[in-house]
């Protein structure tokens, strides 16, 4: 929504639900400089105070496209399971907007135990021909060469399962997120609170 109508929106909710400019700043945790100007025209709020309105105003007083854009990035980054991207942009947006904040936590929570995930596995079948030679001649067991090639791939699947597990999650979480639906990553440990 843009001014005029968001001002005239925000100072008609403003009233009806019996606040003065002075109480709604307070609650809203910004200046009441800032929503006279809003509720005047005079300036378009910032992400952060538009939502904190929306929030106490109980109405969605409109997103901005902007924001859709980092928040779909965000989420779609899991795609390409590269911690990188979804690190910048939570260290750019995180002070800007709480709700990039949470988003951006989870998305790295998630990217984080999977990269842990990448690199046990990585290890563990760059390790495998190594373990099944030491098992074959240290005599501990007797493999059969079905048996060796299995524990092989084994690491191989798992990467595959992980690399298609990061694809779906990413691509269904960014359009649930963009549509204004709750979303989910799977095994996540909470690293980032």
């Excluded at 939502?51 to 007083?61: A, K, P, T, V, Y």
């Excluded at 990039?100 to 990269?115: A, C, M, P, S, Y």
């Amino acid at each position: 929504m843009k001014q005029p109508e968001l001002g005239n929106m925000v100072a008609e909710l403003r009233l009806q639900k019996g606040l003065t400019q002075e109480r709604l700043a307070e609650e809203a945790g910004i200046s009441v400089r800032t929503i006279q100007r809003i509720e005047k025209g005079e300036s378009q709020p910032e992400l952060y105070s538009l939502n904190r309105l929306s929030e106490i105003l109980g109405l969605d007083l409109g997103r901005d496209t902007v924001f859709d854009v980092w928040l779909g990035a965000l989420h779609l980054s899991s795609v390409l399971c590269i911690l990188v991207i979804p690190l910048l942009i939570w260290i750019y947006r995180k002070g800007k907007d709480p709700l990039i904040e949470k988003h951006g936590r989870d998305v790295l929570n998630f990217q984080i135990t999977v990269t842990i995930l990448l690199v046990v596995t990585v290890v563990f079948l760059l390790a495998s021909p190594l373990l099944i030679v030491m098992i074959n001649e240290g005599g501990w067991i007797e493999l059969s060469e079905k048996t060796m090639i299995v524990v092989s791939l084994v690491p191989v699947a798992i990467l595959i399962c992980i690399g298609f597990l990061c694809f779906f999650t990413g691509i269904r979480n960014t359009l649930r997120v963009l549509n204004n639906k709750p979303y989910h990553y799977p095994m996540s440990i909470p690293f980032l609170r």
